[in-house]
C-alpha cells in the first residue's frame, strides 16, 4: 500500500468546501484537466462566427491558446469596445520598433505629413512612444508576453469576458489562474500570465489587478506553495570537461566550432544568444599585452549589449592563451576576416553590419554567411560534450554560463571580478565605479579552469 505524508489526503478522498467539491488523486486531476482543455476550445468555437472559427491556429501550450489573434478584430466582441480599446487588447506588442531594429544605430525619424521643419511636442513624444518606450523590455521578453497575453484572449472568448481583461480587476485575475491552475499550467507560466497582463496595463494607462504593494508576492507565495515544483536539472559544464574538449584533436570543421562554442561560452560566462551574436569584430586578441607583455596570445571578447546592460555600455569577458589560440587557429582557417566597412569603431554600442559571425552556420562542410541559432548553439553544446563521452541528458545550452559561473565560485573568484566576466550586477553603482588595477584579475575567471 502505498504511503502517505502526515497529513496528506489519500488518493480517492472527497472534501466539500463552500465553492467546490475536492477529490483528491492523480487521476482525478488529470480528468478535470483534460475536460476543461477541451471546454475552452469547445467554448470559444461557440463564441466565434464560424468563418473566424476555421482560421483559428492553436499553440502548443498547456492552456489553450489562439495563435493568430489579429483576426478577431472582425468580431463583436472586440469591436464593440471601441478602437482604441480594441487596439490594446489585440495589439502585437512583441514587434521590434524600427528604431529597435537599427540595432545600435539610429536611423533618420522623420514625423509624418509634417509640412515645417519642426515637430509639435504631441508629434515627438507619439514618436518616443512607438519607437524607443518598448525598448525598456528586451525584445525576447516582448515576445513571451505576447505568446502569455495570447492565452489571457482565449481564456475571456471561452468565458465571454472580453471587455474584463484590460482594464484587469483581481477577481478577473484570480479567475484566470484558478483555471490555469486546474488545467495543471505550471506556477512558473502563471507568474508569466500575471506580468504579461501587468505589462499591458502599464503599457497603455491602466490600474493594475496587483497593484497595492505585496498583492503580487502574496498571490505568488499562495500558488507556489500548493503546487510549487523543482526547477529542471541541469549539469553546468565542468572544469573537466573544457579541459577534455581543450585536448580533443583531428576535428572536423563543425566538431571544432562546435567544441569552441561550448568553450568560449563557458570560460566567458556567455548567454545562449550572445555567443550565437559574436561577430569577427568582437574578438579582442591581445587586448591587454598594452599593459603588459604577458597578456599577448590572450583574447577579450566584446559583447556589445546584455540582459544587465542594456544600456550598451559594453562588456569584454577574457580567455587566456590555451582558448585564443584554438579559436584564432579556427577563425584563420575558416576564412573569417573584419571588414573594411566594419562600423565598430563608430558604434561601438551597435552590431557590426558588415563583419561575418564567429560561430557561422556550416552546411555540408562549408561555411555561410549565417550565425547560428539559439537552438544551433545548444546543439553544438551537447554534440561537443558527447564527443568526450558525456552523457548529455542534462545539458543544455544554460550549461555553459553555468558552468562558468560554478567554476568562479568554487575558486573563490571575488563576486566583482566575476560580474565583470557574467555581467551580473553591473546596474549597481558601486560597481561601476569599479577598475581593476591590474589586468590579471580580469582573468581569474578564466583561470579558474
Known amino acids: 500500500m502505498a504511503r502517505r505524508g502526515r497529513g496528506q489526503a489519500a488518493v480517492g478522498e472527497v472534501s466539500q468546501g463552500q465553492a467546490a467539491s475536492y477529490e483528491h488523486g492523480e487521476g482525478a486531476a488529470a480528468e478535470v484537466a483534460a475536460d476543461l482543455y477541451d471546454g475552452i476550445k469547445d467554448m470559444v468555437a461557440t463564441n466565434l462566427m464560424p468563418s473566424t472559427v476555421w482560421a483559428l491556429r492553436f499553440t502548443q501550450h498547456a492552456f489553450p491558446t489562439i495563435e493568430n489573434v489579429d483576426i478577431l478584430a472582425a468580431e463583436a466582441q472586440f469591436w464593440r469596445l471601441g478602437d482604441e480599446r480594441m487596439r490594446h487588447i489585440l495589439e502585437d506588442i512583441s514587434r521590434q520598433t524600427p528604431v529597435e531594429r537599427g540595432d545600435g544605430h539610429l536611423p533618420a525619424v522623420r514625423a509624418k505629413g509634417k509640412k515645417g521643419r519642426l515637430s509639435s511636442a504631441q508629434e515627438l513624444a507619439a514618436i518616443f512612444d512607438e519607437c524607443v518606450m518598448p525598448a525598456c523590455l528586451a525584445h525576447r521578453t516582448r515576445e ?12 475571456a472568448i471561452a468565458h465571454e469576458e472580453v471587455a474584463s481583461i484590460l482594464p484587469m480587476t483581481q477577481t478577473t485575475l484570480k479567475a484566470i489562474t484558478q483555471e490555469m491552475m486546474m488545467i495543471g499550467c505550471a506556477t512558473g507560466t502563471i507568474r508569466n500570465v500575471w506580468s504579461a497582463v501587468e505589462d499591458r496595463h502599464r503599457r497603455f494607462g491602466y490600474a493594475l489587478p496587483l497593484g497595492m504593494q505585496g498583492d503580487f508576492t502574496r498571490m505568488s507565495k499562495a500558488v507556489a506553495s500548493v503546487q510549487g515544483q523543482p526547477s529542471r536539472l541541469i549539469f553546468p559544464v565542468g572544469v573537466h570537461h573544457v579541459k577534455a ?19 568560449l561560452g ?21 587586448h591587454d599585452a598594452a599593459w603588459h607583455p604577458r597578456y599577448n596570445n590572450t583574447l577579450a571578447v566584446g559583447v556589445y549589449k ?3 546592460d542594456q544600456a550598451r555600455k559594453g562588456l569584454f569577458p577574457r580567455a587566456g592563451e590555451a582558448v585564443a589560440t584554438r579559436l584564432r587557429s579556427f577563425v584563420e582557417r575558416m576564412g573569417l576576416e573584419k571588414e573594411d566597412e566594419c562600423s565598430k569603431k563608430r558604434s561601438p554600442g551597435a552590431r557590426c553590419r ?17 550565425p547560428m541559432s539559439r537552438q544551433q548553439v545548444t546543439r553544438a553544446v551537447t554534440n561537443s560534450l558527447q564527443l568526450i563521452g558525456v552523457d548529455t541528458t542534462h545539458f543544455s545550452g544554460l550549461s555553459m554560463r553555468r558552468g562558468g559561473i560554478s567554476a568562479a565560485l568554487v575558486a573563490r573568484v571575488p563576486e566583482p571580478i566575476l560580474f565583470l566576466q557574467s555581467g551580473h550586477g553591473s546596474n549597481c553603482a558601486a560597481r561601476n565605479y569599479m577598475v581593476p588595477r591590474d589586468p590579471h584579475v580580469l582573468f581569474e575567471t578564466y583561470l579558474a579552469f
Request: charged share 20%; proline share 4%.
Open 144 to 155: 513571451g508576453y505576447q505568446s502569455y497575453w495570447k492565452c489571457v484572449i482565449t481564456w
Open 245 to 263: 574538449l581543450l585536448e580533443l584533436a583531428g576535428l572536423t570543421d563543425t566538431q571544432t566550432r562546435d567544441m569552441l562554442v561550448c568553450v
Open 266 to 286: 563557458t570560460v566567458c560566462c556567455l548567454r545562449v544568444g550572445e555567443v550565437a551574436q559574436l561577430q569577427v569584430c568582437d574578438l579582442r586578441w591581445s
Open 306 to 308: 546584455r540582459k544587465q
Open 354 to 370: 558588415s563583419c561575418p559571425p564567429v560561430f557561422p552556420h556550416i552546411t555540408a562542410g562549408a561555411r555561410t554567411a549565417k
